[in-house]
């Protein structure tokens, strides 16, 4: 008697957070030939109905929608002014995804946002999947809490949000990671530590998971960081003026952004002493967590400051 092997694959890649995601979904987008001639493929989907440019690099936008509790308060839905005809959007999402897994075996689907769904709305994505004959194999990369906790709270604030760094609110790391293992647990989910080296970064990590050959890949960084200095000034202006006047970036914003050029600090962003010995016993029982459950190289080494 032979067993049959289950050829057809949704490599579902949720994040984390400030994990190289950004820079994962447009490297697949922009070297989709050279992943098909290997086997695979990335979808890039399409918003006949939205404000913003059409193509949707990011995966999270269309899977959120069609799984998420409360579709009319998903953000990227109200970012993209489709709220009012949300129904036909998810319709539109919801042909284009059984298409692409009806049309493909290795589908890679990558979104950071997805970790962030219920167990409820993640349960049913999975059996959506499933249902479609094909197995799972779910990634995840996973910062040190502490550098994990930098690294959200300098992108919250680039994105315009005033952070109080006395008392920053932060998703448990525990909490995100609980819920992939007791929703994937029976698909064996692929955990990967952010500081393992490759030459390439996180996407390399997560492309010799998936099993992809990087010889003809080209790759890039895209994200960029600010230093310590100017995230703390844009903190500030975030607290008292928007980063969106009339639809366009504040201007005091742009010269902000702009003093990147002439400013001298290569600090990176970093809490202060104060501020990391008030969020520490936090990141110490994350970092007892991750010990316990993936191992020292999951773990802070050392907690750096900036002053």
Do not use: W
Not at 120 to 127: D, E, Q, R, V
């Amino acid at each position: 008697m032979t067993t049959e092997i289950n050829n057809k694959i949704v490599y579902l890649h949720m994040g984390f957070h400030k994990t190289g995601t950004t820079s994962l979904q447009h490297i697949l987008t922009h070297n989709k030939e050279e992943i098909k001639k290997q086997g695979f493929f990335y979808p890039n989907f399409e918003c006949e109905y939205s404000d913003l440019p059409i193509k949707i690099i990011n995966n999270s936008v269309p899977i959120c929608s069609l799984f998420v509790d409360d579709v009319k308060n998903y953000k990227f839905n109200m970012k993209m002014n489709v709220v009012h005809c949300i129904n036909e959007v998810n319709d539109s999402y919801l042909q284009q995804f059984d298409k692409i897994l009806s049309d493909n075996n290795k589908i890679i689907i990558s979104g950071e946002g997805i970790s962030l769904l219920s167990n409820n709305s993640l349960y049913n994505l999975k059996l959506h999947i499933i249902e479609k004959g094909f197995k799972i194999v779910p990634i995840i990369i996973v910062r040190s809490p502490y550098s994990n906790m930098c690294s959200i709270v300098q992108q919250k604030i680039k994105g315009g949000h005033y952070v109080d760094l006395n008392n920053i609110d932060c998703v448990s790391l525990q909490k995100k990671i609980n819920k992939i293992k007791d929703i994937f647990n029976d698909c064996n989910p692929i955990i990967i530590p952010y500081k393992r080296y490759h030459f390439a970064g996180t996407v390399g990590l997560i492309l010799d998971a998936i099993g992809i050959d990087m010889k003809n890949i080209s790759y890039k960084n895209l994200n960029i960081s600010l230093n310590n200095k100017i995230i703390r000034l844009r903190n500030e202006l975030n607290k008292k003026e928007p980063i969106i006047v009339d639809g366009k970036i504040n201007d005091k914003h742009i010269k902000i952004n702009d003093m990147k050029k002439i400013e001298n600090d290569d600090k990176k962003f970093l809490l202060t002493k104060q501020e990391l010995f008030l969020h520490m016993d936090e990141i110490c029982k994350e970092n007892e967590y991750l010990l316990k459950e993936l191992g020292k190289e999951f773990c802070d080494v050392d907690f750096p400051t900036c002053d």
